[in-house]
């Protein structure tokens, strides 16, 4: 079992930053990738970024190259996401999840084995 938990929601004005910190604990040792998602208000769950766990290797949604950047502290078991240039639409909760298995994919949701419990962004124009 591994448990991640998410911190550094909160309120900011569009064209600020925040960073979203994810914990994790347990068998960390089984974990392929870290990614983060979000979902909006009536909306579904969408990938937003992932860093493989050993090596660091890093993909993005579209919608967030060149404004978030997900980086990784192994010594401290923990994930970053750090957001600048926030706009409205970033508007989310942020979920954290560990992926365990190299098969399948990188960015759809049933690919991720343990998730967080969420942080609310939100971002006011």
Excluded: H
Aim: hydrophobic letters at 30%; aromatic letters at 12%.
């Amino acid at each position: 079992q591994v448990q991640v938990v998410e911190s550094g929601g909160g309120l900011v004005q569009a064209g600020g930053s925040l960073r979203l910190s994810c914990a994790a604990s347990g068998r960390t040792f089984g974990i392929y990738r870290m990614g983060w998602f979000r979902q909006a208000p009536g909306k579904e769950r969408e990938f937003v970024a992932t860093i493989s766990w050993s090596g660091g290797t890093t993909y993005y949604t579209d919608s967030v190259k060149g404004r978030f950047a997900i980086s990784r502290d192994n010594a401290k078991n923990t994930v970053y996401l750090q957001m600048n240039n926030l706009k409205p639409e970033d508007t989310a909760v942020y979920y954290c999840a560990a992926k365990t298995a190299s098969s399948g994919t990188i960015y759809r949701r049933i690919d991720y084995d343990y998730w967080g419990q969420g942080t609310q962004v939100t971002v006011s124009s």
